[in-house]
């Protein structure tokens, strides 16, 4: 009995060594149908599907990989990064610059916070809550929307970054289909002096226009998406993707104006939780055609600057772990940039970033618009007293709206450059040099296309509706602009190539009895 004693005695000894896992309400790594070795978020996951049309019937896709738990801890819990220190790059590519003949304004202070913002940033030794978050394998594959110059610019220098996949251009046109075979399958560069510069190939462009018949397999997400096409394809392009998009895409919008993150996420990605990370782009290089050869095009250096738009919290994840996340597929897309040298890519804070743009799209909202509510060549608005009346009222309301945007309030470097006498004199001293020129805006109504006026006029509209300004200044050019488009297109479905009689002046380029093309003004717009 005493040896039977002995050996219960030892068993219970033994007992007391062991140390059950911790099973309480805060640990979020147990729970119904955890195991041992798999949580209970492991479990649940390990039986379910890639997602594509959403993210509320299951857990996130970005929960951290369960390792084991010693207690109550969750710090160790898996091979990632704090919170307080921003999210390591996938891969890092040393880039060769190529020396730019376009100048960028920087000031010092802005220099400064470039610096800062691409430096080494300074970490805590003791942070107080650390919060894990995985490390994400990214992948390398980019597709591009669009066939313009930038589209076609973009897919040829990524073209020479080695261990890159090949480029993947969709487009909702087929006839860049039937070109890419004709032209070599490669897009050639020429300098201004037309000489040849390098010719890359690309794969052939794939088409995604209207189908005939719905596709039910399960389409594969795309992650790394450029878009560079006309605004008026811009949204129903993207649309048309729709079902391969998620959270996991980042979408880099390579527009000269503003507005098509917020176009976009009113109108196909509504759900937070779903919609795409993105990458705001403005593109310094110029273009200009190479005879009639679409893959073909001159080309002067300048320099692809970058803005990565921090994301937001939604019902899923919170606002660290979302912003977290979302700098990984940011980052990784604008090292994908960076790596071909020939775009000379630089990612700046948004306030500079807006600094860049803002200067060209007043012009625009200006000149262009004016332009084609006038049908008429730049130097006649200069020369018309009731034109450059309508210009002047336009600029001050612009002005307005500009100077009290919270983005340069914030920098009294950047709002000063704007509210100096100089600047509207710069504006009519730049619309002297265009001279006799006609705006592509006009080009594009002739065709029945509808100018980016939304992106220029109409951004400014939206952001003084957001500050509560008054903006009936640029409502009413993007009324008149859009009745000029209105106008055109339906003697185009009437069959009237240009218009019956002239209506207003024999110098109206956009209706009325002109009745044969123009080499200047009806040539085939970029898409």
């Given at each position: ?13 033994n ?38 049309g ?25 091979l ?39 430096g ?20 390398k ?15 040829h ?51 995604f ?79 200009s ?113 500009v ?13 000063d ?30 065709r ?16 003084a ?21 209105a ?33 200047l003004?009806?040539v085939?717009t970029?898409?």
């Amino acid at each position: 009995m005493a040896v039977i004693d002995g050996r219960i005695s030892n068993r219970r000894k033994n007992r007391a060594k062991f140390t059950a896992p911790t099973w309480n309400h805060d640990n979020i790594f147990v729970g119904r149908g955890a195991t041992k070795q798999l949580s209970a978020v492991a479990t649940i996951a390990a039986g379910l599907q890639p997602r594509n049309g959403g993210f509320h019937l299951d857990p996130p896709i970005y929960y951290p990989p369960t390792l084991p738990v010693q207690g109550n801890s969750r710090e160790n819990g898996s091979l990632s990064y704090p919170f307080y220190r921003p999210p390591p790059p996938t891969s890092r590519i040393l880039v060769r610059r190529i020396p730019s003949t376009q100048h960028v304004y920087i000031s010092a202070s802005e220099s400064a916070a470039v610096a800062e913002a691409n430096g080494e940033p300074e970490f805590e030794s003791e942070p107080k809550f650390v919060d894990l978050v995985p490390t994400i394998r990214l992948s390398k594959k980019i597709h591009i929307i669009g066939f313009d110059a930038d589209a076609r610019f973009i897919a040829h220098a990524l073209a020479a970054v080695p261990n890159l996949p090949p480029v993947q251009m969709h487009t909702h046109h087929a006839e860049p289909l039937k070109r890419w075979g004709e032209e070599g399958r490669a897009v050639t560069v020429y300098d201004l002096e037309k000489n040849t510069i390098s010719s890359r190939n690309i794969p052939c462009p794939e088409y995604f226009g209207r189908r005939r018949r719905q596709i039910w397999t399960r389409p594969t997400i795309l992650d790394n998406i450029i878009v560079s096409t006309m605004s008026g394809a811009a949204l129903p392009s993207i649309a048309a993707l729709r079902q391969r998009i998620d959270r996991r895409t980042t979408l880099c919008l390579v527009q000269p104006g503003l507005g098509l993150m917020e176009l976009l996420n009113e109108n196909i990605f509504d759900d937070p939780a779903t919609r795409p990370n993105y990458v705001i782009c403005h593109s310094g290089h110029k273009f200009s055609r190479h005879s009639s050869l679409k893959y073909s095009l001159r080309h002067l250096p300048g320099k692809l600057l970058l803005h990565a738009v921090p994301r937001g919290g939604d019902s899923d994840l919170d606002q660290k772990t979302a912003e977290a996340l979302g700098n990984q597929h940011t980052q990784h897309m604008i090292d994908l940039l960076s790596a071909a040298s020939d775009l000379n890519a630089v990612r700046l804070p948004w306030h500079i970033l807006l600094r860049q743009k803002l200067p060209e799209m007043i012009f625009v909202s200006l000149a262009d618009t004016i332009s084609v509510i006038l049908g008429c060549r730049y130097d006649l608005i200069r020369s018309s007293r009731y034109a450059m009346e309508f210009w002047n009222s336009l600029l001050d309301e612009t002005m307005r709206i500009v100077v009290s945007l919270p983005e340069l309030r914030a920098n009294p470097e950047m709002l000063d450059f704007f509210v100096r006498e100089s600047f509207p004199k710069k504006l009519r001293r730049k619309l002297e040099r265009q001279g006799s020129e006609y705006s592509s805006w006009i080009s594009m109504v002739r065709r029945g296309q509808m100018p980016p006026v939304q992106f220029y006029n109409g951004y400014f509209v939206r952001r003084a509706q957001e500050l509560g300004l008054d903006y009936s200044q640029n409502k009413d050019a993007l009324n008149l602009v859009g009745a000029r488009h209105a106008g055109r297109f339906r003697e185009l479905q009437l069959g009237i190539p240009f218009g019956l009689q002239p209506y207003m002046t024999d110098s109206d380029r956009i209706g009325g009895g002109l009745d044969e093309l123009d080499p200047l003004l009806d040539v085939e717009t970029d898409i």
